[in-house]
C-alpha cells in the first residue's frame, strides 16, 4: 500500500472539506447535475480518444496508484549476487534449484534462459522486448489519466456555460440569479478538483512508476549478462550499484559491511 499516494488524497479532501466548511455547509456543493456533465463528460470523451479495451485495462491500474509496492533494489542486489556465487562455486546449473523460490517473473524468465543455454546476446534481446512492452502499456495508463485531467476542467466549464444559459434564461426572476450562478460554479468546481487532485498526479505517478520498473528490469539484465559470463560476484555488485541513487547505495554499502566479520586480534 502507498501511504504517500493515500496521505495525499485525504489530506486534498480533507483540506477542501475544512475550507468550504468554515463559510458554509457542504450542502450547497452538492449537485447531481453537474457531477454528471463533469464525470460522465470525462469518461465520454475518453472513450471516444481511445480503445475501449485501453481504457478498461488502465481503470484496472488504479490500484497501482494506491497498493503498488516497489521493487527493493537492494534486495535484488543481494539476491542476484549471491546466484552468481552459487554459479561460480557449482557451475550454472546449480543455480536451477534456486529458481523456484524466485517470486519475480522477469528474473525467473532470465534465469531459466541462462540454465537452458541460450545465447547472451538472444537473452538481451528478448528481455529488452519485454521492457519495451512493459513500458508501453503503462504508457498508455499514464496517457489516458494525463488526457482525462484535461478534460475534466474543459467538461466544468460546459457545466457552467449550460448554467449561465439557464440563468439568462430566466432573467425576469431576479431572485433566482444567485442559486443558479452558484449551482453553475460548482461544475468548474467539480472539474477542476478531479484534475488536480486525482487524474493529472495519477499519470505522474504511473510515470514514475514504470519509469522506476524499467530501471529495475535494465539492473537484472546486466546481472544475468554477468552471471551468464561467470563474472566475478564483487564486480558484479559493483556494477549493479551504479542502477541505484546514492542513497540507496550507501545503504547497500552498510549491509554489506555489516556481514564482514571483523577480523580477530592476534
Same mark, same amino acid.
Request: proline fraction near 1%; aromatic fraction near 4%.
Given at each position: 500500500m502507498d501511504i504517500a499516494t493515500i496521505l495525499g488524497v485525504l489530506s486534498g479532501v480533507g483540506l477542501?472539506?475544512?475550507?468550504?466548511? #468554515?463559510?458554509?455547509?457542504?450542502?450547497?456543493?452538492?449537485n447531481i447535475p453537474s457531477a454528471a456533465i463533469v464525470a460522465g463528460g470525462t469518461f465520454a470523451a475518453t472513450f471516444v480518444a481511445y480503445p475501449m479495451t485501453d481504457v478498461l485495462r488502465v481503470f484496472g491500474m488504479v490500484q497501482r496508484v494506491f497498493l503498488f509496492k516497489a521493487a527493493n533494489p537492494k534486495k535484488i542486489i543481494e539476491m542476484m549476487v549471491k546466484l552468481a556465487e552459487t554459479a561460480k562455486r557449482e557451475g550454472i546449473l546449480a543455480i536451477e534449484k534456486e529458481i523456484v523460490n524466485i517470486k519475480d517473473d522477469f528474473i525467473k524468465k532470465g534465469l531459466m534462459?541462462?540454465?537452458?543455454?541460450?545465447? %547472451?546476446?538472444?537473452?538481451?534481446? /528478448?528481455? #529488452?522486448? %519485454?521492457?519495451?512492452?512493459?513500458?508501453? +502499456?503503462?504508457?498508455?495508463g499514464w496517457e489516458i489519466f494525463g488526457e482525462m485531467a484535461n478534460y475534466a476542467p474543459a467538461f466544468g466549464m460546459v457545466g457552467t456555460l449550460i448554467g449561465l444559459v439557464q440563468m439568462l434564461a430566466n432573467l425576469n426572476d431576479p431572485s433566482t440569479i444567485g442559486p443558479k450562478m452558484a449551482v453553475a460554479l460548482i461544475t468548474t468546481f467539480y472539474g477542476s478538483l478531479l484534475s488536480n487532485l486525482f487524474f493529472a498526479p495519477m499519470s505522474v505517478k504511473?510515470?514514475?512508476?514504470?519509469?522506476?520498473?524499467?530501471?529495475?528490469?535494465? /539492473?537484472?539484465?546486466e546481472a544475468l549478462? !554477468?552471471? +551468464?559470463?561467470?563474472?566475478?560476484?564483487k564486480l558484479m555488485e559493483s556494477k549493479l550499484?551504479?542502477?541505484? !541513487?546514492? %542513497?540507496? %547505495?550507501?545503504?547497500?554499502?552498510?549491509?554489506?559491511?555489516?556481514?564482514i566479520p571483523p577480523k580477530k586480534k592476534k
Open positions: 477542501v472539506v475544512w475550507s468550504i466548511t #468554515q463559510n458554509s455547509g457542504l450542502d450547497i456543493f452538492i534462459q541462462i540454465v537452458d543455454g541460450v545465447d %547472451e546476446r538472444t537473452i538481451d534481446n /528478448l528481455l #529488452q522486448i %519485454e521492457i519495451v512492452n512493459t513500458v508501453q +502499456r503503462h504508457k498508455v504511473l510515470k514514475r512508476r514504470s519509469h522506476q520498473e524499467s530501471i529495475m528490469m535494465n /539492473l537484472v539484465i549478462r !554477468s552471471i +551468464r559470463q561467470g563474472e566475478n560476484p550499484k551504479k542502477f541505484l !541513487s546514492k %542513497e540507496d %547505495e550507501k545503504k547497500l554499502d552498510k549491509s554489506s559491511n555489516k556481514k
